[in-house]
């Protein structure tokens, strides 16, 4: 075996969930090569602004804690949001969902993605057993229980006791591992820009949903505020072609003008949007992770943050197979980390697609058991809670990693 070398883990991609399995792995005294298309920026221009922004459980903060990576990630710009509004029409139902009446300083935080990727990356960077490789095409893939290898396109190869494709929705690995996917279009583009409001972000995320599809204002520094607006593929082209006060009047009647006129603060982009599983996580010597292994509709924020717990169970998963001497690629480790994961992306997967479905349809006598479910679920205590410990992660079995305190170690 000639070149990039011989690793205990090999992951493709690191992107936010591949480079914290990575370093999650790296602490644990694995060696760790780490393949990314290109070097990721550590640093960006004084108030330039990334379109992609995550809303963070407190899940997903406790494993970027105890990844020792949160207190980076506050220095470069973290925004806690407070309160949730969801809504359809103003004045009718209305669900609020508060901070305060959890007991909790917060519902979670709106983090651009470039700041969780810089200080994933400048702590793997400071990490002993990390070998990053740039640019390699990838070519050719052999997996086994005893181990596995890649094959480059310069000729060179590598071979790991276990690989792992964190290489996101169009998943190479997946591709040449032979993976199937259950996918289907959504027939929706998400647009996504930054705004600034004239009456503040109120530590709030807003989210209205609409026949075409839902808009969330999600809060950033001071008054800006990320937006996602889902809408069919011929609406989001025309939202991102309209002249800027044109798109500014939209958006703004759009929202309501639940805070004030909002202002474009910079470009604008469109992702397709689509739902998609991978058939198996799993196969001898690969392991799939994040997008690569399930793609959700981004309406309640949770593809990253589904993400990360699959990182944090395949690094608990590991930790026991050491302790009982196995080997990290046996197809019999490789399945915990399966059945601890499929089943609650799945159920979310559902849930959000329920969701699109619930509010995309205009039927008068479903637009109208909305509303009154929405004033219902927003009156009702015990119901709204259950809703707030959603937003926070919290209500499942979490891995360790994801719980507070934990030693980040596996
Ligand atoms: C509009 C929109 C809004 C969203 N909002 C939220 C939100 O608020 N909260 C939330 O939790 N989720 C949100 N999501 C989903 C979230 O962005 C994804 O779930 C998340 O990016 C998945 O992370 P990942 O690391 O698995 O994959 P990716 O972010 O896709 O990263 C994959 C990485 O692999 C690298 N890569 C790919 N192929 C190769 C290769 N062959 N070799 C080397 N490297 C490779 C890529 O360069 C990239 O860095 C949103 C999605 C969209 C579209």
Known sequence: MSGAGEYDIAVVGGGMVGASFALGAARAGLRVALLERAEPALEWPEGSHDLRVSALTRASQRILENLGVWTRMRELGITPYEHM????????????????????????????????VAA??????????VTP?????????ETGAQGASLGFADGESLRAALLVGADGARSRLRELAGIGLSA???????????????????????????????????????????IVWSADPAQAADLRQAAPEAFEERLTRASEGVRGRLRLQGGRAVFPLRLQHANHYVQPGLAL??????VIHPLAGQGVN?????????LDVLQ??????QSPGSLAVLRRYERARKGHNLAVQLAMDGF?????????????GRNLGMGLAGRIGPLRRQFERVALGQGMELPPLARPGAAGDC
């Open 306 to 314: 589904l993400g990360l717990l699959d990182a944090a169970a395949l």
């Open 184 to 226: 289907r279009d959504y027939d929706q583009h998400a647009l996504v820009a930054t705004v600034r409001a004239e009456q503040g972000n109120g530590a709030t995320a807003w989210q209205r949903f609409m026949p075409g599809g839902p808009l969330a204002l999600l809060p950033l520094r001071r008054d800006l505020f990320s």
């Open 289 to 294: 992770l994040g997008d690569a292994a399930h």
């Open 85 to 116: 509004r969801v809504w359809e029409r103003r004045g009718i139902g209305e669900i609020a969902f508060d901070a305060d009446e959890i007991g909790e300083p917060d519902l979670g935080h709106i983090v651009e993605n470039r700041v969780i």
């Open 320 to 325: 026991q197979a050491r302790a009982n001497s």
């Open 133 to 141: 490789l740039f640019g390699r095409t990838i070519e050719a893939l």
């Open 120 to 129: 994933l990356w400048r702590a793997l960077a400071a990490q002993d057993g």
């Open 356 to 368: 699109k479905h619930l509010f995309g349809n205009p039927n008068p006598l479903l637009a109208l």
